[in-house]
């Protein structure tokens, strides 16, 4: 049952006022606002609930283990992964993928071998792998957009070569809002024999995810943007991959024994999970992924593709606004700059003082910025709990911005 009220009220933060008016928080790509039921959780995590985990006798620490392991168990049924034990708890997914970049990548890259990855990627799936060219000598084959900001498969697939030894991309452009389609790109990749990392920050937020459908050997997330607090998150590798992969952090719990002259580690995943975790984190995450699991993934999507179309006919009727990308499928995220000399943040603080939060910058997507010729833009970004009325709010500053700086 989807209904926007209730699921409104559900989030304590949406009925305050900021700067004398009430929030409109169209930020939700950087970091999205949390349940009651979340909030709630971390509480009751700490308040009642609360000590290390796996390496207690004690009651406290076998509650808070199994509270904190049963989380690996729903990110499981929230991603269709088939088998629990390929999720890896991160703490976001810039460590996810850092993960993959040190543990997987770097040992098994010589000099001259290549990565495929695409403009469309957030500097977390570029780093790790400017990493490797730096200290390998591996190679970066980057593949553009289309025009209008999607990404073709069939490009992505003719960057391959002998060489090749990863595709990175991602399901959504942070900056773009472009759905990429990555079970194509993942079936063409294993006939060709390429593992594939999808990078899910964006994407598993807004639209029901099939990793048996997808194809890919890895697909990371990010808690904070799914409703769940900061620092929680997880990475799915499939199995075949984590036992090619060696641990990147080192510490406690990632061992089965440590003596004066070695060390052999845990069975996947916890060989990949040194020190304390994110233990409460990962509790309030599972609540959060538990509540989109009852509003339903189906209704999310298509909530959210409506109030795209209609942020779209809006935005397109100001003429002088310039939204970037038109990729036909595309989610709720605008980017866009206004014609004449206003600068990205000289119009986000413009709309703060009306209560809108919206994000400007380059939004940690430098290689896109320049292949769009854009410095810096201003983005909204919708989620679950935005109204129709929350576009007309953000259209009505807009022309009141037009009107100050045209
Ligand atoms: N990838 C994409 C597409 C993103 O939008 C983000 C966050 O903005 C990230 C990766 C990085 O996520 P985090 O900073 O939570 O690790």
């Known amino acids: 049952m989807f209904d926007l009220e209730t699921i409104r009220a559900d989030f304590p933060i949406l009925s305050r006022q900021v700067n004398g008016r009430p ?202 943007k799914l409703y769940g607090p900061s620092g929680s998150g997880a990475i799915w590798i499939a199995r075949d991959r984590q036992a090619e992969m060696r641990p990147f952090l080192g510490g406690g719990d990632m061992i089965r024994e440590v003596t004066r002259e070695g060390v052999s580690y845990a069975d996947p995943p916890m060989k990949f999970e040194a020190g304390t975790p994110g233990i409460v984190q990962q509790i309030g995450l599972g609540v959060a992924l538990d509540y989109l699991m009852a509003l339903g993934m189906e209704n999310v999507a298509r909530h959210e593709a409506a109030l795209r179309d209609y942020a779209q006919a809006r935005l397109a009727g100001l003429n002088w606004l310039n939204v970037q990308g038109s990729a036909p499928d595309r989610g709720a995220i605008f980017s866009f700059t206004l014609q004449g000399a206003a600068h990205a943040h000289d119009i986000s603080t413009v709309l703060d003082k009306r209560g809108i939060a919206v994000r400007a910058g380059t939004h940690c997507a430098m290689p896109l910025m320049q292949h769009l010729g854009m410095g810096a833009t201003c983005r909204a970004s919708f989620a679950l709990y935005n109204t129709p009325a929350e576009v007309d709010a953000l259209c009505d500053a807009l022309e009141f911005c037009h009107d100050l700086f045209g």
Not at 174 to 193: K, P, Y
């Open 23 to 224: 929030l409109v928080y169209l930020d939700n790509g950087a970091s999205a606002q949390k349940p009651r039921a979340v909030i709630e959780a971390v509480t009751r995590a700490y308040a009642e609930e609360y000590a290390n985990v796996h390496r207690g006798l004690h009651y406290l620490s076998n509650l808070a283990t199994d509270k904190y392991e049963a989380v690996r168990g729903t990110i499981a049924r929230f991603l269709k992964a088939p088998h629990e034990d390929e999720i890896v708890f991160t703490s976001g997914t810039t460590e996810g993928i850092n993960l993959v970049s040190y543990g997987w990548a770097a040992p098994r890259m010589a000099p001259g071998d290549e990565i495929v990855l695409s403009v469309l990627e957030h500097h977390a799936n570029i780093v790790p792998w400017h990493f490797l060219r730096e200290r390998q000598g591996v190679v970066l084959r980057w593949v553009e957009p289309e025009a209008d900001g999607s990404l073709d498969p069939e490009r992505v697939l003719a960057a391959v070569g002998p060489r090749t030894r990863l595709i990175a991309v991602t399901q959504m452009s942070n900056v773009l809002g472009t759905i990429v389609d990555v079970a194509a790109i993942c079936a063409g990749a294993r006939a060709r024999g390429v593992p594939v990392l999808v990078d899910g920050s964006q994407a598993a937020v807004h639209m029901p995810i099939d990793l048996g459908a997808i194809g890919c050997d890895f697909y990371a997330v990010t808690g904070h």
